[in-house]
C-alpha cells in the first residue's frame, strides 16, 4: 500500500525538480488524471504540466488510505492564481496508482 503523503511528496518532488522520475514509479502506464472539470488526462499528459513547474503542493492531510484508494487533501500554489486546495481520491492496486481524481477549489 502506498501512503498518500508518500505519493503527494513524490508529486510535489516532480513539480520542484521537473523529474516526472519521481512520480512515474507510483503510476502506472494506462494512468488517468481527472481534473475538476472531468477532462481525463493520460500519463503522457500528465507527465507534461507537471515537469512544467508552474505550480507546488503542500500541507497533505490524508482523510482515508487502505490498499484500494486514498483519500486525501492539500494546498496547491500556482503562478497567477490565487490560493486553492485539492481534495484528491486515487485508486491503487498492487502498489501503483491508476486513476486520480482531483477537486480544486480557490480562496477568494
Not at 45 to 70: D, H, Q
Not at 72 to 79: E, M, Y
Not at 84 to 95: D, H, P, R
Not at 100 to 105: E, F, G, T, V, Y
Amino acid at each position: 500500500m502506498i501512503k498518500a503523503t508518500t505519493v503527494l511528496e513524490a508529486w510535489d518532488r516532480t513539480l520542484e525538480t521537473k523529474d516526472f522520475s519521481h512520480l512515474a514509479k507510483y503510476l502506472y502506464d494506462d494512468f488517468q488524471f481527472e481534473d475538476t472539470t472531468g477532462e481525463v488526462d493520460n500519463l503522457e499528459n500528465t507527465k507534461g504540466w507537471c515537469v512544467a513547474g508552474e505550480l507546488r503542493i503542500n500541507n497533505f492531510k490524508t482523510i482515508r488510505e487502505n490498499e484500494e484508494y486514498i483519500v486525501a487533501t492539500h494546498d496547491v500554489l500556482q503562478k497567477g492564481k490565487p490560493k486553492s486546495n485539492v481534495l484528491v481520491y486515487a485508486e491503487q492496486t498492487n502498489g501503483k496508482f491508476s486513476y486520480w481524481k482531483i477537486q480544486r477549489a480557490f480562496e477568494s
